[in-house]
Nanobody, 128 residues
């Protein structure tokens, strides 16, 4: 069974940067679509970005395009989310999630119900 562990969250000032890590064990990540989601207090879980299985294409929410970059290191079995130009509205608990799409299909990146495996989350707080 795939296990995911997030790390790298913390407190950062507006305009600052953080890099989140999603370390996997149990299976090789390159077979999985890995998505990053976030949830702020009182709000629904929101898809942030994903990196698709097989072709490695990336998808971003409009709210983070140009500021966040997702990448995968197969040797480390880890997916990263580089977050630059952070804003207070980026404050949330960030989760990574994994999905193996059936042959001939691809994961709907921003749909949380598509993912079978979830990490425990890491808190990101953007505040001066």
């Amino acid at each position: 069974q795939l296990q995911l562990v997030e790390s790298g969250g913390g407190l950062v000032q507006p305009g600052g940067s953080l890099r989140l890590s999603c370390a996997a064990s149990g299976f090789s990540l390159d077979h999985y679509t890995i998505g990053w989601f976030r949830q702020a207090p009182g709000k629904e879980r929101e898809g942030v970005s994903c990196i698709l299985s097989r072709d490695g294409n990336t998808v971003y929410a409009d709210s983070v395009k140009g500021r966040f970059t997702i990448s995968r290191d197969n040797a480390e079995n880890t997916v990263y989310l580089q977050m630059n130009s952070l804003k207070p509205e980026d404050t949330a608990v960030y989760y990574c999630a994994g999905d193996i799409p059936p042959p001939g299909t691809q994961t709907m990146c921003d749909r949380a119900y598509e993912y079978d495996y979830w990490g425990q989350g890491t808190q990101v707080t953007v505040s001066s």
